[in-house]
C-alpha cells in the first residue's frame, strides 16, 4: 500500500469512528436529559422524524424536553451499521431498539421498539454533524413486567395502527400524542424504497428530494 493509500485509509477510518461515536453519542444525549448536548450533535435547520415527531432537531430537543418532564423516558439502544461518505457527505443506517416501562390501567409493562435508525451527516467546521434523523420501524412488542398479570388492551384500537409500529403508535395516542400512519416502516415498501432512493440522491448530488 502507498504513502497516498494509506492516509487515505486513515482518514476514512477517523471519520467511520466520529460518525459513529456522534450517533451513539446523540441518543446517549437525549436518554440523559443532556439537551443542550443533544442540540449540539446537529446542524442547524436539520430535520428530525419519528413516530411522534416531524420538525427541525431544535424543535426536536424541546419536544423530546416536555415529554420527558411529562414523565415519559425512553432508552434507545443504537449499533451504527451501515455507513457512506460522499466528500463532506455522509448516510449512516443503524440498527436500534426503543425501550419504555410504562402503566397500562394499573399494569406494569415493558415495551420495545425494534427499528433503524437512518441519518444524514454533513462535515462542518466542528466536526460531523447530523442533517437528519429518521426512524424506520419493524415491529413491537409489550409485556406485563409481571408476567402473572392480565394485560387488558383494546385490540382493535391497536390494530387500527401500522404493523411496523403499532403498540408504540397506541401507546403514545393514549398519552395524547398523534402518531401519523406515514412514517418510513419494512411493512410499506413502497414509501422505504422512495425514502432510499431520496437518501441516495442526497448523498450523490446533495439536492433534497
Known amino acids: 500500500m502507498s504513502v497516498r493509500e494509506s492516509?487515505?485509509?486513515?482518514?476514512?477510518?477517523?471519520?467511520?469512528?466520529?460518525?459513529?461515536?456522534?450517533?451513539?453519542l446523540e441518543r446517549f444525549w437525549r436518554d440523559q436529559g443532556e439537551w443542550e448536548r443533544l442540540a449540539g450533535c446537529y446542524v442547524e435547520g436539520a430535520r428530525v422524524r419519528t413516530t411522534w415527531f416531524d420538525g427541525t432537531a431544535a424543535e426536536f430537543?424541546?419536544?423530546?424536553?416536555?415529554?420527558?418532564?411529562?414523565?415519559?423516558?425512553?432508552?434507545?439502544?443504537?449499533?451504527?451499521?451501515?455507513?457512506?461518505?460522499?466528500?463532506?457527505?455522509?448516510?449512516?443506517?443503524s440498527l436500534g431498539q426503543i425501550h419504555n416501562r410504562s402503566t397500562f390501567d394499573g399494569v406494569e409493562v415493558d415495551m420495545v421498539q425494534h427499528c433503524r435508525f437512518f441519518c444524514r451527516l454533513r462535515r462542518t467546521a466542528a466536526g460531523w454533524r447530523l442533517a437528519s434523523f429518521e426512524g424506520i420501524y419493524q415491529r413491537d412488542t409489550i409485556q406485563p413486567v409481571d408476567p402473572g398479570?392480565?394485560?387488558?388492551?383494546d385490540w382493535d384500537e391497536v390494530r387500527r395502527h401500522r404493523p411496523s409500529y403499532r403498540i408504540w403508535a397506541y401507546a403514545l395516542s393514549r398519552e395524547?400524542?398523534?402518531?401519523?400512519?406515514?412514517?418510513?416502516?419494512?411493512?410499506?415498501?413502497?414509501?422505504?424504497?422512495?425514502?432510499?432512493?431520496?437518501?441516495?440522491?442526497?448523498?450523490?448530488?446533495?439536492?433534497?428530494?
Open 61 to 93: 430537543v424541546e419536544a423530546s424536553r416536555r415529554m420527558a418532564r411529562n414523565g415519559r423516558h425512553s432508552k434507545h439502544l443504537i449499533t451504527p451499521t451501515h455507513l457512506r461518505i460522499n466528500g463532506d457527505r455522509a448516510l449512516a443506517e
Open 149 to 153: 398479570q392480565r394485560l387488558a388492551l
Open 176 to 209: 395524547g400524542y398523534d402518531v401519523p400512519e406515514d412514517r418510513v416502516g419494512d411493512d410499506r415498501p413502497d414509501l422505504l424504497r422512495a425514502f432510499y432512493a431520496a437518501e441516495d440522491r442526497w448523498l450523490e448530488t446533495g439536492a433534497d428530494g
Open 7 to 24: 492516509e487515505r485509509a486513515l482518514a476514512e477510518l477517523l471519520d467511520r469512528e466520529a460518525i459513529f461515536d456522534l450517533l451513539r
